[in-house]
Each structure stands twice: as structure tokens, then as C-alpha cells.
């Protein structure tokens, strides 16, 4: 068990709809990134919060977006979903905002749109 | 373009030999690199790392091998047991260019008794 811990785990949804992915990340970790895989596909980095503060984007659509409550933990916004929005997403939780430092993943959050 | 890349999707080996799995990148500015392994409904969770002041990098089975001239990093477990079948990413990250780590789209590793 990392620590991080993601909710949904399974979301079914429709083309057009938005939804909400929530994540804790580790009890003490200021920094959360958000991840996307799809099928066969890396780990595509989204979006970096360190302290409640936007530290780094990758490549997030303008349709996606997320916040980073003072009780740290997190919420990535998807809209407006299109089928190949269908992915695993996952959030990571480090104590940092740097790179040297490994990453502790949730279990993931596993959308489909149908 | 890929910055990172694991050329083999896949890899099969026997318990108790040795698997050797592949990583390549093509940024200059990375300087640091982890591998993370993942088994299904879970996430990644990290193994090992390595900085390139280092070319080896050691811990119990698993040993990372970094060859920056080559821009090659290669992740050795020995002996290989069936618990580490698993996909194994590598990742990349610098803070020359994006501390943020770039990922490879991994190895699946099937490791039979």
C-alpha cells in the first residue's frame, strides 16, 4: 500500500459528460502529479500541484484541469469526454516538488466512455 | 517523439536466470532515471534509481546500469523469481529540460517457474 489513495476506481460514462477524479496523496507529501495511460501507452504526465500551487504542466488538455485543496489533496476535472479520453489515470503523491525523489502512485482510476 | 523508449514490449525468462530489461533516451539533460514496476490493478510502485554521476546502482536482485554516452540504462534482476513478473517502466527526468519524469511505455516481464 503507497499511501495514495484514488477514488473512483471505476468511472462508466458518456461522450460530452464531465467528471471528477479524487485523490489523497501520502500522509506528509506536499506534491501531487496526475497521469494518464492509455492502452499501450506510457505514463503521459498531466499536471503537478505542490502545496496547493500549479508547479508544472505536460500535456494536459484545456478540457482537463485540477486543484489542489489545502487539505492536499487533489481533484482532476475532465469535460466534455470524447471516447479516447478512456484511460487509466493515476495519481502520485513525493514529499517534494523536485525530480530527485521517487513517486509513490495510487491504484488508479480506470475510465471508460462510451 | 519519444524521449524515453523500452523497444521490448515484452520479455519471458526462466526462474532463477537472469532478466535483463532495456531502456533507451534521447534527451541530453536527463540525469536522473528509475525504474517503477507494476502489477496489474495497481500502480507503479518504484524499485530503483539511478543518478548519472553513476554508471551502477545496486540493491539485493536488482542492479541499474547506466551508459550515459550510449544514452542506455539496462535493469538486471538476478535471480528472477515469478513475484517480479510484473511491467517495468523506466523513467527519466533532469533539471536541465522537465524535472517532471518522462516515462517509457514499459516492459511487460514474465518470469516461469
Known amino acids: 500500500d503507497s499511501g495514495v489513495t484514488q477514488t473512483p476506481k471505476h468511472l462508466i460514462t458518456a461522450t460530452g459528460q464531465r467528471v471528477t477524479l479524487r485523490c489523497s496523496p501520502r500522509s506528509g507529501d506536499l506534491s501531487v502529479y496526475w497521469y494518464q495511460q492509455s492502452l499501450d501507452q506510457g505514463l503521459q504526465f498531466l499536471i503537478q500541484?505542490?502545496?496547493?500551487?500549479?508547479?508544472a504542466k505536460g500535456n494536459i488538455l484545456e478540457r482537463f484541469s485540477a486543484q489542489q485543496f489545502p487539505d492536499l489533496h487533489s481533484e482532476l476535472n475532465l469535460s466534455s469526454l470524447e471516447l479516447g479520453d478512456s484511460a487509466l489515470y493515476f495519481c502520485?503523491?513525493?514529499?517534494?516538488?523536485?525530480?530527485?525523489?521517487?513517486?509513490?502512485f495510487g491504484p488508479g482510476t480506470r475510465l471508460t466512455v462510451l | 517523439d519519444q524521449q524515453v523508449k523500452q523497444n521490448s514490449p515484452s520479455l519471458s525468462v526462466q526462474e532463477g536466470r537472469i532478466s535483463i530489461l532495456n531502456c533507451d533516451y534521447t534527451?541530453?539533460?536527463?540525469?536522473?532515471f528509475l525504474w517503477y514496476k507494476k502489477y496489474p490493478a495497481e500502480g507503479p510502485t518504484f524499485l530503483i534509481s539511478i543518478s548519472s554521476i553513476k554508471d551502477k546502482n545496486e540493491d539485493g536482485r536488482f542492479t541499474v546500469f547506466l551508459n550515459k554516452s550510449a544514452k542506455h540504462l539496462s535493469l538486471h534482476i538476478v535471480p528472477s523469481q515469478p513475484g517480479d513478473s510484473a511491467v517495468y517502466f523506466c523513467a527519466a527526468s533532469g533539471s536541465g529540460g522537465s524535472y517532471i519524469p518522462t516515462f517509457g511505455r514499459g516492459t511487460s516481464l514474465i518470469v516461469h517457474p
Open positions: 502520485a503523491s513525493s514529499d517534494t516538488g523536485t525530480a530527485y525523489n521517487e513517486q509513490f
Open positions: 534527451n541530453s539533460m536527463f540525469d536522473y
Open positions: 500541484y505542490y502545496n496547493g500551487e500549479e508547479r
